[in-house]
């Protein structure tokens, strides 16, 4: 005896109520972190994960589908496969080679360059409509990878960036004001890491901009608390590194932060890693990703901010867009 009785004329699924699917591949530290997020807050209908390691996979899986009974219903799948990921409206790429003691960040990159061919190929074909998002590191030079070997168009494949890094500037400057984070903005820009941009005259709290609201002596004394705030935004990363061996909650919630404005079609402002060419005074032969204030909606990147940049300023994010450049050339991709 079935357990329900079927009622007459159940309306078929209509096609604009189609399912959201996200793909998550690489099943570690950080790619659980966004999984558990995409889930708490709701943002898929269908979860699909990949790693190479397929009992640690499996594990991971029924660890999550066993919550079922706390969270709002998703389907959660994983396989080594690709064939698992068909259809997906958004890939989440988090997974990677971790740097082994003496390997230089090229030797790194090569290795996951290989890594990389395996992984963005069946991806794409898997959901040739897709966005890609990466968060692997590094991430700048993996998004440019993953562009190249998608075939995609550029603004339907973003880096996470500085979208963290952007955060963590943001609590800082928050403890700091002894405000509410969301009600500060600021941003970073360029390369993600150690180069990141702090971009000062961005900062504002509760709509007040920070520096132009100061007299000049203040000014002063404020910089110089910004740039401390600034060197401990980049030291934040390595530090809880040291302390717990990696990162995954702040880069789970940045990420899903993402991935609903990307498709609830948000058109919220966030500095992610985009096909920089051609922005504030980037050259036109320099094909890279890096970070900068762009609007994210179900298309992808919809724009790039014409945010005001110091001249010091546009210099360091050319010379970051040097730095990627030489490195793409010595990997020859
Ligand atoms: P981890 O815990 O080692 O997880 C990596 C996962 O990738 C492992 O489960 C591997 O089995 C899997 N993997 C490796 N090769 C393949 C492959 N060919 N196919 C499928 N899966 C594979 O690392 P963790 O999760 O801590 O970090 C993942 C990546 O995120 C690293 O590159 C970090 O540097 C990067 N992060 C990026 C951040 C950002 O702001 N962009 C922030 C934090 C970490």
Not at 213 to 236: C, F, G, T
Not at 289 to 296: E, V, Y
Request: with cysteine.
């Amino acid at each position: 005896r079935a357990f329900f009785r079927p009622i007459q004329q159940v309306a078929p699924p209509s096609p604009s109520k189609r399912r959201t699917k996200i793909s998550v591949v690489g099943a570690g530290n950080v790619g659980m972190a966004i999984a558990q997020t995409i889930l708490t807050q709701d943002l898929a209908d269908v979860l699909a994960l990949v790693d190479a390691k397929p009992d640690m996979l499996r594990g991971e899986m029924l660890d999550l589908q066993h919550a079922a009974a706390f969270l709002p219903r998703t389907k959660i799948l994983a396989s080594t496969d690709y064939a698992v990921t068909a259809g997906s409206d958004l890939c989440i790429i988090t997974a990677g080679a971790r740097q082994i003691a003496g390997e230089s960040r090229l030797a790194l990159l090569q290795r996951n360059l290989a890594i990389f061919r395996d992984i963005v190929v069946p991806l794409a074909r898997n959901s040739p409509d897709a966005l890609l998002l990466v968060v692997s590191n590094p991430v700048d030079v993996l998004t440019y990878i993953t562009w190249k070997l998608s075939g995609f168009p550029p603004n339907r494949v973003i880096g996470s960036g500085t979208n963290l890094d952007s955060s963590r500037f943001r609590f800082l400057l928050a403890d700091h004001l002894e405000v509410n984070a969301q009600d500060v903005q600021a941003y970073m820009v360029g390369e993600h890491g150690d180069s990141s941009v702090a971009l000062w005259s961005s900062i504002s709290v509760g709509g007040v901009p920070v520096l132009s609201s100061l007299d000049k002596h203040q000014i002063a004394y404020e910089e110089e608390v910004l740039e401390r705030i600034r060197k401990a935004v980049v030291e934040s990363a390595y530090e809880v590194i040291r302390l717990k061996g990696y990162t995954s909650w702040a880069i789970g919630y940045s990420v899903s932060n993402l991935a609903r404005s990307l498709l609830r079609d948000q058109h919220r402002i966030h500095p992610v890693s985009l096909f920089a060419k051609g922005f504030y005074g980037i050259p036109d032969d320099r094909e890279v990703f890096l970070s900068l204030p762009a609007r994210l909606g179900r298309g992808g990147v919809l724009s790039v901010a014409n945010v005001h940049l110091t001249e010091e300023e546009s210099i360091r994010l050319r010379r970051s867009a040097d730095t990627l450049w030489e490195m793409q050339q010595q990997l020859g991709i």
